[in-house]
């Protein structure tokens, strides 16, 4: 408003000056012509100066007329009017780590059914695009948008897609299946982008950790144990397996007892590269009657 309330003034100077020509000083005729020149070339830098605005690169701006939004304009050269101001908004890709100090503590979430709680690290890229004018009217500032929009949403978002979520499911019911984290991250995601207001878009979101209460974390590392433990039965019955069926070939064969050993050495030595244990009763001994692998 001073820049337009200024322009008007110097035109208006400047017009009288060149209309008026000359005036008298102590009786004397002096000129004011150029003076009007002056003020008129003046005048014509500062609206140009007042009517140009440069967006930078990766900003958005909300042009605003008498204290009220009236367009959204993108990163480039362009021309407003002089009782219009620009707004610049940072329209790169903004990083907001919720992973546990003191000016992004986790979030808090409550899960079965309310019946337990959790702290959720998340990790949120979000960014500003498209027309901006009702955030600019709701919110005035960028610094408030991620402030009062963009983390309480975040924190509407994790509370509802986690409150029936179980992560004992496996432990009640074999047949069920826990849903991921990957399946909660695109959960999350689309619930927030549907309540954010429009102009604001998330990018990414990554759940990278939960921190479970102790009587949780305690069930989920026995259950986890218990996994280890029974892939590694498996993997002892599966090698028993394999031994047994390589000893039935080698001692139905009909070969001499040097023939027997020299190929149980070499299945051994394949056991071997294949990764499986060789048990202690293995061996390439052969019987005097016929062949006999112990």
């Known amino acids: 408003m001073f820049i337009t309330v200024l322009i008007v003034v110097l035109f208006v100077l400047a017009i009288g000056c060149l209309f008026k020509g000359t005036v008298r000083l102590d009786g004397d005729p002096f000129r004011i012509r150029w003076i009007g020149v002056v003020l008129l070339g003046v005048g014509f830098l500062v609206l140009g100066l007042a009517t140009i605005v440069v967006v930078p690169t990766k900003n958005e701006g909300v042009v605003i007329a008498f204290g009220k939004p009236v367009d959204t304009i993108h990163n480039g050269i362009h021309v407003v009017a002089p009782w219009e101001d620009v707004a610049d908004y940072d329209a790169t890709v903004q990083t907001l780590d919720m992973s546990g100090n003191d000016e992004t503590p986790t979030l808090h979430v409550r899960m079965l059914a309310g019946r337990a709680t959790a702290d959720v690290n998340v990790t949120l890229n979000w960014r500003l695009e498209g027309d901006i004018q009702q955030l600019h009217k709701d919110w005035r500032e960028f610094s408030h948008i991620q402030k009062f929009v963009v983390i309480p949403r975040l924190q509407d978002a994790l509370n509802k897609e986690f409150t029936d979520y179980d992560p004992l499911v496996a432990l009640k019911n074999a047949d ?92 051994t030595e394949r056991l071997a590269q294949q990764g499986k244990q060789i048990s202690l009763t293995w061996s390439c001994v052969a019987g005097g009657a016929g062949v006999v692998a112990k």
């Open 176 to 267: 069920a299946k826990p849903v991921t984290m990957s399946e909660m991250e695109i959960r999350v995601a689309e619930r927030l982008q549907r309540n954010l207001p429009a102009g604001v878009f998330i990018d990414h979101l990554q759940i990278p950790l939960v921190i479970y209460p102790p009587v949780i974390q305690d069930a989920l590392n026995a259950y986890q144990k218990e996994l280890a433990n029974t892939q590694v039965a498996l993997q002892q019955k599966s090698t028993a397996q394999a031994q047994k069926d390589a000893l039935d070939i080698l001692a139905q064969a009909r070969m001499s007892p040097e023939a027997f050993q020299q190929q149980c050495l070499i299945m």
